[in-house]
C-alpha cells in the first residue's frame, strides 16, 4: 500500500511557475515508478510525466522543456516543477505510484493515486 498526498497547487498567470509536491508513505520495501497526471474539465486524463527508482523520465510532448519531475528520497516526495505555465496546463493534476517494471505514461498501469491537486493558469 502507498499513500500519496499532493499540494503546490494555485492559480497562477500565463508564463507564470508553480511546484507541486507529492509525499509518499509505504509499508513496502518496493521500489516505485511515481508519476504525475492531469485532467482538465471534459476531457480524459493525460500522463504528464514520470520517474522511476533509477530517476529515469518520461514527459508529455507538450510539456517538455517546461515541467521537470524529481524526486527526493530522503523525503519521500516527488515534484513537478512547472515552469512557462499555459492556460491549457488548467487541470486537476494527480500524483500516482505502482511497482510495476515499465515507468511510462499510461494510467492502467498505476495501482495508487493521491486525491490531487487544482492547478488555474490564466491568460
Known amino acids: 500500500q502507498v499513500q500519496l498526498v499532493e499540494s503546490g497547487g494555485g492559480s497562477v498567470q500565463s508564463g507564470g511557475s508553480l511546484r507541486l509536491s507529492c509525499a509518499y508513505s509505504t509499508s513496502t520495501s518496493s521500489s516505485y515508478c511515481m508519476g504525475w497526471f492531469r485532467q482538465a474539465p471534459g476531457k480524459e486524463r493525460e500522463g504528464v510525466a514520470s520517474i522511476d527508482f533509477d530517476g529515469s523520465t518520461t514527459y508529455l510532448e507538450s510539456v517538455k522543456g517546461r515541467f521537470t519531475i524529481s524526486q527526493n528520497n530522503a523525503k519521500s516526495t516527488v515534484y513537478l516543477q512547472m515552469d512557462s505555465l499555459k492556460p491549457e496546463d488548467t487541470a486537476m493534476y494527480y500524483c500516482?505510484?505502482?511497482?510495476?517494471?515499465?515507468?511510462?505514461?499510461?494510467?492502467?498501469?498505476?495501482?495508487?493515486w493521491g486525491q490531487g491537486t487544482q492547478v488555474t493558469v490564466s491568460s
Open positions: 500516482a505510484a505502482h511497482s510495476h517494471w515499465s515507468c511510462g505514461l499510461g494510467d492502467d498501469d498505476y495501482d495508487y
